[in-house]
Nanobody
Framework: QAQLVESGGGLVQPGGSLRLSCAAS????????VGWYRQAPGKGRDGVSC????????YYVDSVKGRFTISRDKAENTVYLQMSSLTPEDTGVYYC??????????????????WGGGTQVTVSS
């Protein structure tokens, strides 16, 4: 069964760090771009970062540039999102999803792939 599973969320103080994981099973991420989205309480899902899994090209929205780093491990078929200098505005449920290309995330286009369960990130003192 093809699926993506997010993990690594939790409660962290402002200024802290977390690393999220997005593990794929049942298929290879090598044929996809993979995006991280987040959904703040009471709001819609917004794109955060994207990686072209095959060659490792990365993309970020302005609000996380310099603070978040997306990466991938081909052997583990997993994408990571290292988040640092976290603020309360980073609070939300984080989802990873396969994309036809990272332009979908950067342009805010509709996502056609199925969403997973996400992982909760709460930044609070």
């Amino acid at each position: 069964q093809a699926q993506l599973v997010e993990s690594g969320g939790g409660l962290v103080q402002p200024g802290g760090s977390l690393r999220l994981s997005c593990a794929a099973s049942g298929f290879s991420l090598d044929y996809y771009d993979v995006g991280w989205y987040r959904q703040a309480p009471g709001k819609g899902r917004d794109g955060v970062s994207c990686i072209r899994f095959r060659d490792g090209d990365t993309y970020y929205v302005d609000s996380v540039k310099g603070r978040f780093t997306i990466s991938r491990d081909k052997a583990e078929n997993t994408v990571y999102l290292q988040m640092s200098s976290l603020t309360p505005e980073d609070t939300g449920v984080y989802y990873c999803v396969t994309l036809t290309n990272c332009g979908v995330l950067l342009e805010g286009a509709p996502v056609t792939a199925a969403w997973g369960g996400g992982t909760q990130v709460t930044v609070s003192s």
